[in-house]
Nanobody
Framework: QVQLVESGGGLVQAGGSLRLSCAASGRTFSSYMMGWFRRAPGKEREFVAAISWNSGNTAYADSVKGRFTISRDNAKNTVYLQMNSLKPEDTAVYYC??????????????WGQGTQVTVSS
């Protein structure tokens, strides 16, 4: 059974850092663009970052540009999101998914459990 498991979330003070991981099991996603998305309470799911299959291209939402870094290790079938200088408005559940674009509707799989990130002021 194919699974994507997000981890690494937690409670952090504003200005702090977290590193999220997204581990795939059951099949490899090494040939797919992978994206991180988030959903804040009362808001729609939104794009955060994406990385091409060979890490040659990355893209970020304007709100996280310069603070977040997406990376991947295809040998480990894992995608990462390094989040620095966190702000209270980054509080959300974070999800990863193979995707065809930044629009969450273009994600290729159903959404998993995600990992909760809470940033206190």
């Amino acid at each position: 059974q194919v699974q994507l498991v997000e981890s690494g979330g937690g409670l952090v003070q504003a200005g702090g850092s977290l590193r999220l991981s997204c581990a795939a099991s059951g099949r490899t996603f090494s040939s797919y663009m992978m994206g991180w998305f988030r959903r804040a309470p009362g808001k729609e799911r939104e794009f955060v970052a994406a990385i091409s299959w060979n890490s040659g291209n990355t893209a970020y939402a304007d709100s996280v540009k310069g603070r977040f870094t997406i990376s991947r290790d295809n040998a480990k079938n894992t995608v990462y999101l390094q989040m620095n200088s966190l702000k209270p408005e980054d509080t959300a559940v974070y999800y990863c998914n193979p995707t065809r674009g930044s629009d969450p509707s273009r994600a290729l799989r159903s959404w998993g459990q995600g990992t909760q990130v809470t940033v206190s002021s």
